[in-house]
């Protein structure tokens, strides 16, 4: 899927899924400790959400950065960690600030570059990379997306 790039004044995003939406909206969301008897604090943020099929509930790290993500509205799962079908992914930020993350799953290592209204971003996963994200702070953002070709990771 598609979608043409949005321009800096776009409309106000009317959803959050990805495939369906655009510009589409983040969800506000917590990375929260997913290690037993570990009591690290929850990351608050907002992500792009996808399709359980298509992405990862948490990080795989270790110890206290193990995350699992949640919604802060209703408490349910959500799936901000695409697989390598992310790569060549456009993505225009509409509002806000998003920011995206390169790296290979599990690791304590990535890339980041945040994503300020009307700039535009290309997804390019190099070397071990196999993940990316789409994050951003718990205010929300939104995105308008191009080259979306998500597919089944599990």
């Known amino acids: 899927m598609t979608h043409p790039p949005a321009s ?3 409309a106000t995003p009317q959803g959050t899924d990805p495939l369906t ?5 983040a969800v506000r969301a917590r990375w929260a400790c997913n290690v037993p008897d570990l009591k690290a604090g929850d990351w608050p943020g907002s992500a792009i959400v996808w399709p359980a099929w298509a992405a990862y509930e948490t990080n795989a790290r270790q110890g206290g950065n193990s995350r699992t993500v949640y919604s802060v509205l209703d408490g349910q799962l959500l799936y901000p960690y695409m697989g390598p079908w992310a790569d060549q992914m456009q993505i225009t930020c509409v509002s806000g600030v998003a920011l995206i993350i390169e790296w290979k799953r599990g690791t304590n290592v990535w890339r980041e570059k945040f994503v300020h209204p009307g700039e535009t971003y290309t997804i ?15 205010e929300g953002f939104s995105v308008s997306l191009a080259n979306v070709h998500p597919r089944k990771i599990r």
Do not use: F, S
């Not at 939406?21 to 909206?25: F, G, M, S």
């Open 21 to 25: 939406c655009n510009p589409v909206a």
């Open 124 to 138: 390019r996963l190099v070397g071990p990379e196999d993940n990316a994200m789409i994050e951003g702070p718990a």
């Open 8 to 10: 800096a004044d776009a």
